[in-house]
């Protein structure tokens, strides 16, 4: 399975759907025949939870772009509110449904979305802060990241219960680079002029281990050298700016993005 995005629960879920973020559309058009969704196009998709399979529709909103015209293409996945589907998600999410979705941040609940290698039919994973909380407390963020990119580490990842979170990563991780042609967000350098080798690093922005938070929104390819320097140095990212501010003074701002 491959990992599209991470969902906080919400009551859109247990209604009609749920959008999908900006920063996972260059994610999910891989995984429909390499092309993006057309401006208002519907597809029917099948919806793999807890061992059974539900229809539900992915949609691109037909909004006037006349009216809008910089507006960005609005995705969602959407059924209706008494679907088989909707009734399940509120079956196994019923704790986040009775407290009116206002759990403390500890024990908030969540779903990843995958696609899988049949076009069309995704499957979603419950995901429960309490469980990944326990799996990551004692754990150095750099260390979390090797071993959320680290493919032959399965047996490390099992011995430190980090088996559902290793799943969230790579294939997230490994179409920003395929999409950023493997070149660093803030400097632009690309090793395979030079070396003949790709070599790109995922770095979350707000740190895994403080946040939980593996969307593609908190995550930009760098080269080693910034990798490192960002974590020794710990700047602050101006979103807005999309700029990392050092203590030093200095600032670097990204020179590539698509995705935030």
Known sequence: ????????ITASLFNRGFAVPVAAMPVLSAYLGGRTLAHGERRAVKIILDGETFDATLTSVNFDRNKFPDHSDIWQIIYSEKSPIAQKFAEIFARSRAANFK???????YFVLYATDTPDIFCVEPIFNAEISAAVESLDEVFVEHLLE?????ALVEKFRLKKIRQLNCSIGDELKKFYNFRCQICGQNFRKLYGV????????????????????????LCPNHHRIIHAAEPVFDREAKIFRYASGFSERLILNGHL
Not at 204 to 219: G, K, R, Y
């Open 103 to 109: 759990l403390p941040e500890t024990e908030r609940e």
């Open 1 to 8: 399975m491959n990992f599209l995005l991470k969902k906080e």
């Open 150 to 154: 680290c493919d032959e580490s399965a």
């Open 198 to 221: 790709e070599v790109a690093e995922c770095h979350h922005i707000n740190f895994f281990v403080h946040t939980l938070n593996n969307d593609a929104s908190n995550l930009i390819i």
